[in-house]
Structures are given as structure tokens and as C-alpha cells.
């Protein structure tokens, strides 16, 4: 059967990376730190905020720390697979009536899992030290921040699919990945790109997630980003076949 | 005696590599059977094969009745299984592991905490895995292959890197899976340990199986050499040595002979000599040839290479 072992191997995992030294540090409390410290500077500096700003740091800081930390969970999953794959434990879970997608259903559970974390504890801390985005709807925008990860995890299973050795597997994810940020329109709006990086931003995933992530922070219908979730599910279909297809398992 | 696994006509290439070809053997129920030759032999992929972990391009395996690769989920069910060089989550517990390895299969896992037991493990139940010794971590695995009390254990290259002391511990608890009445599938590229533990052995060597046979019985074929060699002082002693049935050489150097010879009644015959001619020895052995020898002799080098 699919399912057996996968709550016992995901347990497992989630076990194994809180007793890494850096695990949980640098997943969750680095994400969340470096969020408090943007807000203090971005938002001690403004006076009087201009319009831009203060939108910036009402809906674009929110949307950038959420997006840092799926992006941070995609990267230590490239890392992981990497590591499982060229220590042999990939090979090793094989060689067991588990099945191949529930090894990697497990990990993206562990990272699904991660997130939410990390950002609960972001909007806890935020509460105390950095009053934004109180309003925000919590439940409605964690939803869509899972939806976003897992489309981006898909990705991250593509990078892990190709990258030769577990030394490049976090540089190689970073280079992919962190650029996309610069032309997903949370810095600039997508239209005002010129036309090469518009079109190149229409067909990267994280333009969606973005478009997503804003709307549902300033409190849009779920019915008004059907295209995103779309978008990201046809990324997440897509890259997923694809690395089913070049996947390597030693 | 029934066999459990069947394998013919096996070929399997990595692009232009040919890693096995034409390798056909049958495993008996209840044996230890090694797989015996140097590294990159083959000895890896024709054991992975027959796991179902990977393809061969030719050729039929059938393991307890099944074809390890249309059955693939329903052999790893019956089947125990150790990979060369594997290793676990770096900081995952020792019981961990077993547990979640119980859970894995259909039929009802034997008691994890009874196997550590008789694996010497339990006082590193709770250890981190990146903390066990090489043997403890074998030790480990072969926990894992038993975990769901298979009718087929495969071991590949179980005590390489491991101190001689550890290896012995491993081999009893080898002989120990024996006894409960599993089959043994073993390869190794150490001849003491082949000699030590297996019921037959197949030698293979680029890909290609020379030969199949109980130790003693390759050893017989390959190698009827014996040799004798022995002190003494008296001066009538190499005319008499050389009279000695099946004798093919006698060397002398100093007070000490070399007497060589063909077939296991030559060292009964070199004593039946001593004795009759009452020639009075102050040492005396004999050397006989070993898997490493047949090895030397099939192949025309040392499997250490």
C-alpha cells in the first residue's frame, strides 16, 4: 500500500532534521529574525509613509518573508535529497517494499510542515514587535503559502533531480531560485518589465505565487486568483513529470 | 534440495561496459551461497539484479518463484536485504530505524527489541547512527534485513572495513541466520571469509562465472598440489622422500625439504615414510592450497590484485 510507513517515515524526518545543529535555527529562527529586523529599519526609517512604502511594508515584506522561507525550505530539501541520494540511504529506503513516492511524500510533508511553522511563529512575533498585517487573513494566506511551496518543492525535486553532487546542490538551488524573486513583481510590477523579462516572468511559477500571496494578504476572494493556483499546479505537474522522468536514485 | 533462486543467461551494460554476461547459477533453500571475486567484478550488479533493484538487459531471475522485477513489491516483502556501503539518516536512533522498518511490511515483523537483543545492540538503542562503529552499523543492517523474518537474506560485502574481531562476530551471526533455516546470498572479495562461511561459492570475474562448487570441492578440482615441508638431519631422507608415491619434487636447502606432490594421500604417505624408515624430524607442516589459490589459478592473478 502507498501509505504505509509514510506517517512513520515523515515522523522520522521531521525527528532528524530538529536534531540537526542548524536545522531548526536556520530554518525557522534566521527567517523569522531577519523579518523582524527588515520591518524595525524599513519601518523606523519611513516617517511619514509614502504610499509605495508604506505598501511595501504592509503587503510586500509579509509576501518576501513568506516567500524566503518556502524558498529556505525547497533549498534544504534539494540539500537533503542530495545528501540521501550520495550517502545510499535513498537506495537503502528503496531496497523496502516502500514506495518511491512515499519517501519523497514524506519529505515534502516535512518541509510543507516546516513552513507553516515558521510562519506561525512569524505572525506571533510579528504581533508583539511589528504591527502589521494583523488584519491579514492568517488562515486564508497560510493556505496559500502551502499551495506556493509545494509548487516551488517541485522545482527544488527538478534541481535534485540534476545537480551531479550534494556540494551544489544548495548553490545551484540558490542561483535557480532566488533570482526568480527579482521579476515576480513584488519589487516592480510584472507589466512595467521590459518585454524579454515580462515574458519570462509569465511562465516562472513564482510570478504566481507572488500575485497569489499579495492578493490573498489584502484580503481578495479566493475566486479572483483561480489562474494562480492554476498556474502554480500546471508548474508543480509539470516539473514533477519531468523529474520522474530524469529522477536518479543513486 | 530445492532452489529458491534461479538465475540464467543474466547480461547487464552500463553504455559500453558490459558489467555481467552469461551468468546462470541456482541457489539452494537453506545454503549460504557466495558470490566470490575482485572488486568490479560484478558481483554487486548480478546481487542487485536478483533483488530487483535493477534490470538486466538479458536473461531470466526467478527468486522464491518470482520475477524480481514484474514483483518487485511482493518479493521485498520476503526477501532481507544489505547494501554495500549503505548508510541511514545521519541522527537517526538505532530503534528508530527497526521500528520504522517493522512497519513496512505486510506479514507480522518479529520483535525489534528481541533482534538488538541478539544483534548485541541494545545498549545502543538510542544511539545516533553517525555514531555507531563500522561494526555496530553492520551490525544494524543485518537487523534490518531480518526485520521482517525473510526467507532470503542477501549480504553484499558485509565486513569490508571491518577489524578482524568484528568480522568474526558478523560471521557467527551469518552462521546464526543459517540455523533459523533462511537462505544465504552473500558476495565478498575475501577468500577466508568464503572459505569460512559459505556452502558453495560461484567464482566469477569480469562479468563471468568461472566456476560453482563447494569450497573444499573447487580447492580439490583446481588445486590437488600438496606440499610437505619438514627438518631432518638424516642423511638417507631425500632418496626415501623422493621414492614416495605421487611425489613430483623434492628441494633441499640446508636441512630443510620441500616435498611436493599431487593428491590427498601424499601428506599420509610422506608420514608413512617418516615412520617406516624411522627418519627423525625436528619439524614438520604441511601447506595446502586455498580458495585463494583456485582463485590464482583460474584467473592467473590474485584477487587483491
Not at chain 1, 22 to 34: C, D, M, Q
Not at chain 1, 190 to 207: F, G, I, K
Not at chain 2, 63 to 76: A, E, I, S, W
Request: hydrophobic letters at 45%; charged letters at 20%.
Amino acid at each position: 500500500m502507498m501509505l504505509r510507513g509514510l506517517w512513520k517515515l515523515t515522523w522520522i524526518e521531521i525527528k532528524v532534521f530538529l536534531r540537526e545543529p542548524l536545522g531548526a535555527f536556520g530554518s525557522i529562527v534566521v527567517p523569522v529574525l531577519a523579518f523582524l529586523v527588515a520591518g524595525r529599519i524599513v519601518g523606523g526609517r519611513v516617517g511619514p509613509p509614502s504610499l509605495a512604502a508604506s505598501s511595501f511594508i504592509r503587503v510586500g515584506l509579509p509576501v518576501l518573508a513568506s516567500l524566503l522561507i518556502a524558498i529556505s525550505a525547497v533549498l534544504s530539501l534539494v540539500t537533503i535529497i542530495s545528501i540521501y541520494r550520495e550517502g545510499g540511504i535513498l537506495k537503502r529506503l528503496r531496497a523496502t517494499p516502500l514506495r518511491p513516492q512515499t519517501i519523497l511524500t514524506a519529505h515534502v510533508i516535512v518541509k510543507l510542515i516546516l513552513t507553516a511553522a515558521t510562519l506561525a511563529l512569524m505572525v506571533l512575533a510579528g504581533k508583539r514587535y511589528y504591527p502589521v498585517g494583523v488584519h491579514a487573513p492568517l488562515f486564508s494566506f497560510t493556505i496559500a503559502l502551502l499551495i506556493s511551496t509545494w509548487s516551488i518543492l517541485s522545482i527544488g525535486f527538478l534541481i535534485a533531480s540534476i545537480v551531479p553532487t550534494a556540494r551544489f546542490a544548495q548553490p545551484i538551488g540558490a542561483i535557480i531560485l532566488y533570482p526568480m524573486i527579482s521579476v515576480s513583481g513584488l519589487f516592480v510590477p510584472v507589466e512595467s518589465l521590459p518585454p524579454v523579462l515580462h515574458a519570462v516572468a509569465r511562465v516562472l511559477p513564482l510570478t504566481y505565487a507572488v500575485h497569489l500571496l499579495q492578493g490573498i494578504w489584502n484580503g481578495d476572494a479566493w475566486s479572483a486568483h483561480l489562474s494562480d493556483v492554476a498556474a502554480l499546479t500546471v508548474a508543480f505537474v509539470v516539473c514533477t513529470a519531468l523529474s520522474a522522468k530524469v529522477f536518479r536514485w543513486e | 534440495m530445492r532452489s529458491v533462486i534461479q538465475v540464467s543467461g543474466v547480461r547487464k551494460t552500463y553504455g559500453q561496459t558490459v558489467a555481467v554476461d552469461e551468468v546462470s547459477f541456482e541457489v539452494n533453500d537453506g545454503e549460504i551461497f557466495g558470490l566470490i571475486g575482485p572488486n568490479g567484478a560484478g558481483k554487486t550488479t548480478t546481487m542487485e539484479c536478483i533483488e530487483g533493484l535493477r534490470t538486466p538487459d538479458r536473461g531470466t531471475i526467478s527468486v522464491l518463484g518470482l520475477d524480481p522485477f514484474r514483483h518487485v513489491y511482493k518479493l521485498q516483502d520476503r526477501i532481507g536485504v544489505q547494501l554495500q556501503q549503505a548508510q541511514l539518516q545521519k541522527r537517526i536512533k538505532v530503534w528508530e530505524a527497526v521500528d520504522l522498518w517493522a512497519s513496512l511490511y505486510q506479514k507480522k515483523a518479529i520483535d525489534g527489541e528481541h533482534l538488538l537483543e541478539q544483534l548485541g545492540l541494545t545498549d545502543k538503542r538510542d544511539a545516533w547512527f553517525m555514531n555507531l562503529s563500522g561494526g555496530q552499523k553492520q551490525q544494524l543492517f543485518i537487523a534490518l534485513a531480518l526485520i521482517n523474518d525473510p526467507e532470503v537474506v542477501f549480504l553484499d560485502e558485509l565486513t569490508t572495513g571491518l577489524d578482524p574481531q568484528s568480522r568474526r562476530a558478523i560471521w557467527d551471526l551469518v552462521r546464526g541466520i543459517r540455523e533459523r533455516g533462511k537462505t544465504v546470498f552473500l558476495t565478498t572479495h575475501l577468500m577466508e571469509e568464503a572459505e569460512r562461511l559459505c556452502d558453495r561459492v560461484a567464482i566469477i570475474e569480469h562479468g563471468r562465472i568461472i566456476d560453482i562448487d563447494r569450497p573444499e570441492r573447487l580447492v580439490d578440482r583446481h588445486c590437488p598440489e600438496r606440499t610437505v615441508v619438514l627438518t631432518t638431519d638424516d642423511p638417507i631422507a631425500e632418496e626415501r622422500f623422493r621414492a614416495i608415491p605421487g611425489v613430483e619434487a623434492v628441494i633441499c636447502t640446508d636441512l630443510r625439504f620441500t616435498i611436493r606432490g599431487r593428491g590427498d594421500d601424499l601428506v599420509t604417505e610422506v608420514i608413512h615414510c617418516l615412520s617406516e624408515n624411522r627418519i627423525r624430524v625436528t619439524d614438520f607442516r604441511t601447506i595446502l592450497p586455498n580458495l585463494e589459490d583456485v582463485f590464482l589459478k583460474l584467473t592467473g592473478h590474485s584477487i587483491r590484485g
